[in-house]
């Protein structure tokens, strides 16, 4: 009977831990972009690596043994998995996608899908109500996106894989902020899980990756075929970074989902701070099915800071993160959604979703807890001391 390990001792011990030919304990980059064939009868199992690679179908097997999936494909960005994945869908087909879901998902759904005859609606999944109204005959898909980008909204995997069950539709999960080690969608019901790689999975701001994981061996076979068509394929240097970066990936993730935890708590207790979103706090609508359907709450949080102008001086306050685009990395990155992940969409439809301009999304690295929210607790009272004086001038 074949061991099953826990998933920290999968991260490691899997069929590539070792290559059979040289006993070497990482998995070998191979850089032919094309492979000698025996004979004009039989072609051996790679013939031209856009078709297939040793190295990245190293990484596909593992991240689908990690996702429970029947098989996994490795992309050159998460907006390429994510892309090719919606090509499974046909001229007259409609989707139902997460309202806050990520800038470059919108743009492709509204800028790419409506030019073939794709149509979209976007709703608020925490609303399973709203998701069977939006319901049509030629419904073919629902997109969730759980927690949601930027709001950490938390939508019912199961339930909304059953409603699509029901109606003859797919239901894809983009797992970015979770990675297989918090939740594993295809569990729940899921067709096919969805991951920025770039983010917690290679986890150190240096590659750019996308994967997929699907779990009916038909329709994976038909993703092949598109990922075959297209070749949106990760590069061999970067798919061995993302192995690399998934060995490590539970105590990464443990690490920064704790500090994420304590710096959620004491923002929420700033005077400065409007809101703040993380599935992990009480207050939060969903964080009871977040515990039920996830093993964590990640380690992303966004916050809400009183006005525009006080954000800018909190971004120029602050020390520890970096202020960039992305997330998921060793360091704490501070973004902003309305210039950054979600600039594709436009202001108004950003406001009706809450993402204004006051909104923040942190990505916890592995710095000392303490020592992040000393640094923002100093951003914090520098902007209230630079305000008093402002209000003593006037």
Known sequence: MTQRYTFETQLLHNKHKVDPAT???SVPIQHASTFHQQSAEQFGKYDYSRSLNPTRE???????????GVRGFAFSSGMAAISTAFLLLSQGDHVIVTE???GGTYRMVTQVLNRFGIEHTFVDMTDLDAVEQAMRPNTALLYA?????PLLKVSDIQAIS????KNGAYTFVDNTFMTPYLQRPLELGADIVLHSATKFLSGHSDTVAGLAVVKDEELANRLYSLQNSFGAVLGVQDAWLVMRGIKTLSVRMNQS??????????LKDQPLIKNVFYPDLADHPQSELQIQQA?????????????AEVLSRFIEQVKLPVFAVSLGAVESILSYPAKMSHAAMPPEERQKRGIGDGL??????LESADDLIADIEQALNCIGTLSLHKEEVK
């Open 257 to 266: 989902q704790e500090s994420a935890k304590k710096i959620a708590s004491f």
């Open 23 to 25: 006993g070497g304990v």
């Open 145 to 149: 996106e759980t927690p949601s980008n």
């Open 58 to 68: 190293a990484l596909e097997e593992i991240i689908s043994e990690l996702e429970g």
């Open 360 to 365: 923040l999304r942190l990505s916890v690295g």
């Open 162 to 165: 059953d409603i699509a069950k």
């Open 295 to 307: 093993y964590g709450p990640g380690a992303v949080l966004s916050f809400e800071i009183e006005n």
């Open 100 to 102: 806050d879901v990520y």
